[in-house]
């Protein structure tokens, strides 16, 4: 069934149906108790201005309500004859209340159901990435501190640099996951306007009541200009998977830090036996499999927002079927993300890290900073105590000086983690996720 076509349209081959539908079915199925909240804002619009009376309104509402039950048991489906979620949702409504299921579609499109259904879902979405962000961000923190005095070489270009920590290392990822969640917070933003009353991009003649539907539903505002709103169909995906590309990168380096440094000739952490594999002619591997794929998926989500843009490419303004397919990139790229964050805080949480790592002589260069900056407390030119320091090293003749006493504000003597934790917090508690569920909850218990 297929709310668009004409009684004459004829037979379509279903070659053909399989093609346009493609996987919209199944990805819709996920899109359900939104479209079903939508329906039900919708509707009690349409009774303040009208279109709907009080005992329609009723009906509809009542009967929504069972169809999410449905949802949330997990009993909800798209019939094989029923082409997507909104015509599903407007079919039992139709067949359980007859003519006053057939008005509900009154004053809107698919377009901005789907739309607005896809804005809902997305918001959904990252409340979860988020929690499980704060979650990798916690277990960080907590390694931060219990081994913020256990050091650890600093690299760069691969070669010993200067002594770093496990605290700052730890710490550094924690820090690199606020900016991560500030990007998804403008992403978050550009998500939680409301296209709803839009139609198919042009509005409608009705004298629908956008703002009301805006607050039924928990959106901050509106896409104000109907054509715009339909633009915004693939920039929201778009701007959440752009945003999320930085996330992918964070989890993606820290995989790769943990492959090195779980290898022998790092030999800094240990990764528990349940997150690494062995060989099937070599018995003494401890392959970190997990940080492998990690840093896979990690690869493979920076660019998702890549897939969009090509997608997106010349596309003019107004509605194109091309649009479909966003639903074929973006939901199982945030189930990939979802993924991959619960098994780094996984990994994270059971990794231990080795002490006493910077006692090994073949570190010593790592303190050859130290020895130049104590040279020049007390009074020595720093171009005369490097090169000075570099005559040593050449010579063979280098004694470290082991005793670190650093205060720089977020270096290994003073992480100001507290400042960290405090930014992160911060920019978490700006989601307005409990908004977005008490008017979910409120719109639930209309009667």
């Given at each position: 069934?297929?709310?668009?076509?004409?009684?004459?349209?004829?037979?379509?081959?279903?070659?053909?149906?399989?093609?346009?539908?493609?996987?919209?079915?199944?990805?819709?199925?996920?899109?359900?108790?939104?479209?079903?909240?939508?329906?039900?804002?919708?509707?009690?619009?349409?009774?303040?201005?009208?279109?709907?009376?009080?005992?329609?309104?009723?009906?509809?509402?009542?009967?929504?309500?069972?169809?999410?039950?449905?949802?949330?048991?997990?009993?909800?489906?798209?019939?094989?004859?029923?082409?997507?979620?909104?015509?599903?949702?407007?079919?039992?409504?139709?067949?359980?209340?007859?003519?006053?299921?057939?008005?509900?579609?009154?004053?809107?499109?698919?377009?901005?159901?789907?739309?607005?259904?896809?804005?809902?879902?997305?918001?959904?979405?990252?409340?979860?990435?988020?929690?499980?962000?704060?979650?990798?961000?916690?277990?960080?923190?907590?390694?931060?501190?219990?081994?913020?005095?256990?050091?650890?070489?600093?690299?760069?270009?691969?070669?010993?640099?200067?002594?770093?920590?496990?605290?700052?290392?730890?710490?550094?990822?924690?820090?690199?996951?606020?900016?991560?969640?500030?990007?998804?917070?403008?992403?978050?933003?550009?998500?939680?306007?409301?296209?709803?009353?839009?139609?198919?991009?042009?509005?409608?003649?009705?004298?629908?009541?956008?703002?009301?539907?805006?607050?039924?539903?928990?959106?901050?505002?509106?896409?104000?200009?109907?054509?715009?709103?339909?633009?915004?169909?693939?920039k929201t995906e778009y701007a959440v998977l752009s945003a999320l590309s930085h996330l992918a990168n964070t989890i993606g380096k820290f995989a790769m830090d943990v492959c090195l440094y779980n290898?022998?000739?790092?030999?800094?952490?240990?990764?528990?036996?349940?997150?690494?594999?062995?060989?099937?002619?070599?018995?003494?591997?401890?392959?970190?499999?997990?940080?492998?794929?990690?840093?896979?998926?990690?690869?493979?989500?920076?660019?998702?927002?890549?897939?969009?843009?090509?997608?997106?490419?010349?596309?003019?303004?107004?509605?194109?079927?091309?649009?479909?397919?966003?639903?074929?990139?973006?939901?199982?790229?945030?189930?990939?993300?979802?993924?991959?964050?619960?098994?780094?805080?996984f990994m994270t949480q059971n990794m231990k890290a080795k002490k006493d790592l910077l006692n090994d002589k073949k570190y010593d260069l790592l303190f050859s900073v130290e020895n130049v900056n104590?040279?020049?407390?007390?009074?020595?030119?720093?171009?005369?105590?490097?090169?000075?320091?570099?005559?040593?090293?050449?010579?063979?003749?280098?004694?470290?000086?082991?005793?670190?006493?650093?205060?720089?504000?977020?270096?290994?003597?003073?992480?100001?983690?507290?400042?960290?934790?405090?930014?992160?917090?911060?920019?978490?508690?700006?989601?307005?996720?409990?908004?977005?569920?008490?008017?979910?909850?409120?719109?639930?218990?209309?009667?």
């Amino acid at each position: 069934m297929k709310l668009w076509q004409k009684d004459n349209a004829g037979a379509t081959l279903q070659n053909i149906i399989k093609f346009t539908v493609g996987k919209d079915r199944e990805l819709d199925v996920l899109l359900a108790p939104f479209d079903v909240l939508g329906s039900m804002a919708h509707a009690i619009m349409l009774e303040k201005v009208g279109l709907l009376s009080s005992a329609e309104l009723t009906q509809l509402l009542q009967a929504s309500k069972r169809i999410f039950a449905k949802i949330e048991a997990g009993e909800f489906e798209i019939d094989e004859h029923v082409e997507d979620v909104h015509s599903q949702v407007e079919f039992i409504l139709t067949e359980e209340l007859g003519d006053v299921g057939k008005k509900i579609h009154s004053g809107r499109s698919r377009n901005d159901q789907v739309l607005v259904d896809m804005k809902m879902y997305l918001r959904y979405r990252i409340q979860r990435i988020s929690a499980l962000m704060k979650q990798w961000f916690e277990a960080l923190m907590e390694k931060s501190e219990l081994h913020k005095n256990d050091l650890l070489p600093g690299y760069t270009h691969l070669q010993i640099a200067m002594p770093s920590s496990f605290g700052l290392w730890f710490a550094a990822y924690a820090e690199s996951l606020g900016d991560d969640l500030v990007n998804l917070k403008a992403a978050f933003d550009n998500v939680n306007r409301n296209p709803l009353g839009s139609g198919a991009g042009y509005g409608s003649s009705f004298p629908l009541e956008r703002k009301l539907t805006t607050a039924l539903l928990g959106f901050d505002g509106m896409n104000t200009n109907v054509v715009y709103a339909q633009m915004t169909r693939g920039k929201t995906e778009y701007a959440v998977l752009s945003a999320l590309s930085h996330l992918a990168n964070t989890i993606g380096k820290f995989a790769m830090d943990v492959c090195l440094y779980n290898s022998q000739n790092f030999g800094f952490i240990d990764l528990p036996t349940e997150m690494t594999t062995g060989s099937s002619i070599m018995p003494h591997k401890k392959n970190p499999d997990i940080a492998e794929i990690l840093r896979g998926r990690a690869n493979i989500l920076k660019v998702a927002h890549m897939e969009l843009s090509s997608l997106l490419t010349n596309l003019p303004s107004g509605y194109h079927r091309d649009l479909q397919l966003l639903k074929e990139i973006t939901l199982p790229a945030l189930d990939n993300f979802e993924e991959c964050l619960e098994m780094v805080v996984f990994m994270t949480q059971n990794m231990k890290a080795k002490k006493d790592l910077l006692n090994d002589k073949k570190y010593d260069l790592l303190f050859s900073v130290e020895n130049v900056n104590a040279m020049v407390t007390q009074g020595v030119p720093f171009r005369d105590a490097y090169k000075r320091i570099g005559e040593e090293i050449i010579a063979g003749n280098f004694e470290p000086l082991r005793d670190l006493d650093h205060s720089l504000e977020g270096s290994i003597g003073n992480l100001m983690n507290e400042e960290i934790k405090s930014r992160f917090e911060s920019i978490y508690s700006s989601f307005p996720f409990d908004k977005i569920d008490e008017a979910f909850k409120a719109l639930l218990s209309r009667t």
